[in-house]
């Protein structure tokens, strides 16, 4: 576990303390949020950048199948370097 400690102007920290947001627990989920959130728009991002070039969208039939391809390429590499 690492501890972490931010400085925040005096009125900001009361109102956050009173708020219930400094809680250990509290700041954990807050911190959790965002990545996911900031996660989420570099998703949107890379869409509109992938859209924008016209690059067609795969399916999740399609992705599986690619991914499938890969395992088994490396299966066979592994199997043939023993």
Avoid: C, F, W, Y
């Amino acid at each position: 576990m690492t501890t972490v400690a931010i400085q925040l102007p005096d009125d900001l920290a009361q109102r956050a303390e009173a708020a219930g947001l400094l809680d250990p627990k509290t700041l954990e989920g807050i911190v959790r949020e965002e990545i996911r959130r900031r996660l989420g728009a570099q998703l949107l991002e890379t869409q509109t950048r992938v859209n924008a070039k016209g690059i067609a969208t795969m399916s999740l039939p399609d992705i599986q199948a690619e991914v499938n391809a890969v395992r088994t390429e490396r299966q066979g590499r592994h199997a043939r370097s023993l």
